[in-house]
């Protein structure tokens, strides 16, 4: 909601720094984006007289003009606009000063126009941010000249002269406050915060004798729907252009003027809250209203030009035989006001907030009204808008207002109340606000405390329960002097134990060097072709969105590498060195019959380094890394094959990928990149990429590491040399000793490995150190011997044999 600091003013007392205004109403519950002061690149332009003009020597279309500026002497200004005659008064860009150009801010000097001095410019409306809209009496492409409806005091800064010195502030209104969508409404908080007179007169009109009802008939058929409707005529109507004032209103306020009847309509939307619509009577089929259900191959053609389809759920405002309007959304093509308009209907109503909402949604449009409609508007406030919309015609002699009125009223005129107990709200609070602030609060805020109950203002659609009382008494209190308390009869927050496992993960990665990222669920399904995923894979099912925000973000993503790639491959191009990156996030896997997906949380990390010349053993020890950080048991490392149950092995080198196995499992997969992704994503060094499956990496983990005391018994070494084929890798012959040692081994380290003249071809000599150590005693050379035996035997069944 733009609000325009003037037309406040027209309300309540505000006359206050702007950021105390903003400031105040921010902490008091109306929530302030930003203010803006209107013309504020604009400098150094006034009010000037055109003395005398001249033809330029040089120019058949350029003239030299002395302007009186207000100063000593006049200003010499070469122009070349057409439309400019001595006496006229015109907005003048003296020396630096500065003026809009298609919409970016120049500066103005003094210079020479072929030959000719220049100390100035005179301006158009387009050099000033405005255009013929806010003056429709001045020309679009000459220079404005000022009429009587702007100050033409020479030498007078433009702002004031023209009125074009508005603040507008923008709120960030709730869906619960409809009211505060008005300039009303914002004027009931600013008086409620700052303790001042709210000065709003009751509209009144004198109007024509004339029965409406012989003119106008109105059925309401869908009473659930439409709660209230009312109708007034206007005769003899007389269209043109608002008045400077309204226009200036408007303009603070975001809202385009028009002509005088639509921008009636627009200024009580906006000064009231309450949406209303103009109907040309010529084109109301037997001058009958009905509200009532579309029917069924229903459409019409809305004020847009836009032929819609109408379904039977959607409420329409209709004649003797069509559609003339979408209830509470827009208008029909022939139901705005033209310019030979005579007759005017008003239309004044409420319609159900969802329908509204719904309807809107279903036809792909959304209005001013529709926005308003769709938060819940009280039926009680058609009344007053009604009325200021007769005032207005008769105070801008817009046409002749018949004084009856139609009133079609179904709504409940039981007024809200909720329990009044100041012991509850100080306890909820955990405040010691005497009862009498409490009630004064809530009586500048529009309540009525009355036995024993806060009678709620007919405006205040959410005032429900205790707590919605509570937060009333709070904002106006001042939530900065609340004091800091915990929660009554609530346990100490905490976090939970999968809060913790994640949080360990990132602080490991940090750790390790990388940096954090986060993209978005939702990719382009081209991202599977550019990792070489299988047509038939079932990571290309995937969860359509129904309303993309363009086709790379039309599906959720089924695996998290893609994006980690694609954060790879945008700092290659930028051209960074080095690139080291995780990410936690989810992964969204359709289920048959399920309408939602599962949601597994993943790891996902990578790297590229074109300094260091990183390799697959350095995404290696990231992985290793944080699994002993964590915690994980049994882990194994085993060669990735195409029957692993990660459909992403193909955006890997075949040769350098690998699975992260723990208790047995798959729980992850990391490698170098496929030459041809890497292709893909347009990057021209090695990179490493992996994801883990954090769930099952937390179930294998134990959170609480237990540690042993230093051994008291000394531990035996023995070297090994093996030969064994060179295809049997090393985690295997590892894992064969570690199992054959037995509870005495304390290590296994590889400390060579050879192939060459002395070994056959094909085979490879592998040498480890294992040490072993009992704890209950020193081990004896039997033993150690005895350890090694079965090792030999171990090694011999799987291929290796000892090294002679």
């Known amino acids: 909601m733009d609000l325009s600091m003037k037309w406040l003013a027209d309300y309540v007392d505000c006359d206050m720094p702007i950021k105390d205004f903003v400031s105040a109403l921010t902490l008091s519950g109306s929530k302030v984006e930003c203010f803006e002061q209107e013309g504020k690149d604009i400098s150094n332009v006034v009010v000037g007289k055109v003395v005398s003009m001249e033809r330029h020597p040089d120019s058949d279309h350029m003239f030299i003009t002395q302007v009186d500026v207000g100063?000593?002497?006049?200003?010499?200004?070469?122009?070349?606009?057409q439309n400019v005659h001595e006496g006229d008064f015109v907005p003048v860009a003296k020396h630096k000063s500065s003026v809009l150009h298609e919409g970016k801010q120049v500066k103005i000097t003094k210079g020479k126009l072929r030959g000719v001095a220049s100390n100035g410019m005179l301006c158009s409306l387009g050099e000033l941010g405005l255009s013929v809209h806010d003056f429709p009496y001045a020309i679009e492409d000459g220079i404005f000249i000022l009429g009587d409806d702007c100050d033409k005091t020479v030498g007078k800064d433009i702002h004031e002269a023209i009125g074009y010195n508005d603040t507008t502030v923008e709120f960030e209104i709730t869906s619960n406050r409809p009211d505060c969508l008005s300039v009303i409404g914002l004027a009931r908080e600013t008086a409620a915060t700052f303790g001042t007179e709210l000065k709003?007169?009751?509209p009144e009109f004198k109007g024509i004798d004339g029965?409406?009802?012989?003119?106008?008939?109105?059925?309401?058929?869908?009473?659930d729907l439409c709660k209230r409707y009312m109708a007034g005529i206007v005769k003899n109507v007389k269209i043109g252009p608002s008045p400077r004032w309204m226009r200036e209103r408007l303009r603070g306020c975001g809202v385009r003027p028009i002509n005088n009847f639509v921008d009636i309509t627009n200024y009580v939307m906006l000064e009231y809250g309450r949406p209303m619509h103009a109907f040309d009577l010529r084109y109301v089929k037997d001058a009958s209203i009905n509200i009532r259900n579309a029917k069924a191959g229903e459409t019409i053609t809305t004020l847009d030009g836009e032929v819609r389809e109408l379904s039977e759920e959607m409420l329409v405002i209709a004649d003797a035989e069509k559609p003339v309007a979408v209830a509470g959304v827009m208008g029909g093509e022939y139901s705005g006001i033209m310019d030979d308009t005579t007759t005017v209907v008003f239309e004044s109503a409420c319609f159900d907030g969802a329908s509204v909402r719904t309807t809107a949604k279903k036809l792909g449009m959304r209005s001013d009204a529709s926005a308003r409609y769709e938060k819940g508007l009280d039926p009680h406030e058609c009344y007053e808008a009604l009325m200021r919309a007769f005032q207005l015609v008769e105070e801008l002699g817009a046409g002749e207002v018949v004084k009856t009125y139609i009133d079609e009223n179904y709504e409940d005129e039981t007024p809200k109340t909720v329990d009044f107990d100041p012991e509850w709200i100080n306890k909820f609070l955990g405040t010691e606000i005497p009862e009498s602030d409490m009630v004064e609060y809530l009586t500048r805020l529009g309540f009525e405390i009355k036995d024993g109950k806060v009678v709620s203002p007919w405006y205040r659609v959410d005032i429900a329960c205790k707590a919605d009382v509570a937060e009333e008494v709070a904002r106006l209190y001042g939530y900065n002097k609340i004091p800091n308390t915990i929660v009554r009869g609530v346990a100490q927050a905490k976090l939970t134990e999968v809060q913790k496992f994640d949080r360990h993960i990132q602080r490991s990665m940090l750790a390790m060097g990388l940096n954090e990222i986060s993209t978005f669920s939702f990719i382009s399904p081209k991202y599977f072709d550019k990792i070489n995923l299988p047509a038939d894979s079932k990571l290309r099912k995937t969860v359509v969105i129904t309303n993309p925000l363009g086709e790379d973000t039309s599906v959720m993503r089924t695996?998290?590498?893609?994006?980690?790639?694609?954060?790879?491959a945008r700092n290659y191009s930028y051209r960074n060195p080095e690139c080291y990156i995780f990410e936690r996030g989810n992964e969204y896997i359709p289920v048959e019959g399920e309408v939602l997906?599962?949601?597994?949380e993943r790891l996902g990390f990578g790297f590229y380094d074109t300094e260091t010349k990183a390799d697959f053993y350095d995404i290696k020890g990231f992985v290793e890394g944080l699994l002993s950080k964590l915690g994980a048991q049994k882990v194994e490392f085993e060669k990735a094959t195409a029957e692993c149950s990660f459909d992403e092995f193909y955006a890997f080198h075949p040769g350098r990928v690998a699975v992260v196995k723990v208790n047995g499992e798959e729980i992850g997969i990391f490698g170098e990149l496929h030459p041809r992704v890497l292709e893909n994503y347009g990057i021209d060094a090695r990179a490493y990429v992996g994801k883990i499956n954090v769930p099952e990496l937390m179930a294998s983990c134990v959170a609480q590491k237990t540690y042993k005391p230093l051994p008291k018994y000394p531990a035996t070494t023995r070297d090994l040399s093996i030969v064994c084929d060179d295809d049997i890798p090393a985690a295997l012959l590892e894992k064969t000793i570690s199992k054959a040692v037995g509870s005495i081994l304390e290590k296994v380290t590889l400390f060579d490995v050879y192939k060459g003249e002395q070994i056959e071809k094909g085979k490879k000599s592998v040498s480890y150190s294992i040490s072993m150590r009992?704890?209950?005693?020193?081990?004896?050379?039997?033993q150690a011997d005895k350890a090694m035996k079965k090792v030999l035997e171990a090694l011999k069944a799987i291929g290796a044999e000892l090294r002679m």
């Open 71 to 81: 100063e000593d002497e006049p200003v010499q200004i070469v122009t070349g606009a």
């Open 200 to 202: 709003v007169k009751k």
């Open 211 to 223: 029965d409406i009802n012989d003119m106008l008939k109105v059925k309401i058929h869908n009473t």
């Open 559 to 568: 695996t998290i590498i893609p994006s980690v790639c694609e954060v790879l």
């Open 597 to 600: 997906p599962n949601e597994p």
């Open 774 to 782: 009992s704890h209950d005693g020193t081990l004896t050379d039997e």
